[in-house]
């Protein structure tokens, strides 16, 4: 399935956006779903994870401010993002992702996140 990311944009230090990630096809419940991140420069990184039993995990750097969730009527998953650092501007994808850890889908475009200060 093809992956889409929307919801990103400018916003300043302190505030929140939410991301939204629609896949072109029916998503097994028996996936995990994982937000990515690449900053400027950087390698795309792990930060958000939501098993399929339910279980989240989070990088160091966004626990306690991002929350991951997930509708498997709808095909959606969501990244809650609050108190924003500037160090969160990234480009931000999302993906399923076998208990092996393979990654199923394609990649989106992604969705940019400027966070000013």
């Known amino acids: 399935v093809q992956m889409v990311e929307s919801g990103g944009g400018l916003v300043q230090a302190g505030g929140s956006l939410r991301l939204s990630c629609d896949a072109s096809g029916p998503i097994s419940s028996a996936v995990d779903m994982v937000w990515y991140r690449q900053l400027p420069g950087k390698q795309r990184e792990h930060i958000a994870m939501?098993?399929?039993?339910?279980?989240?995990a989070y990088a160091n750097s966004v626990k306690g401010r991002f929350t991951i969730s997930r509708d498997n009527v709808k095909d959606t998953v969501w990244l809650q993002m609050n108190l924003l650092k500037t160090q969160d501007t990234a480009v931000y994808y999302c993906n399923a992702q076998s208990d092996a850890g393979v990654t199923l889908g394609y990649w989106g475009q992604g969705t940019q996140v400027t966070v000013s200060s």
């Open positions: 939501l098993t399929n039993d339910g279980t989240t």
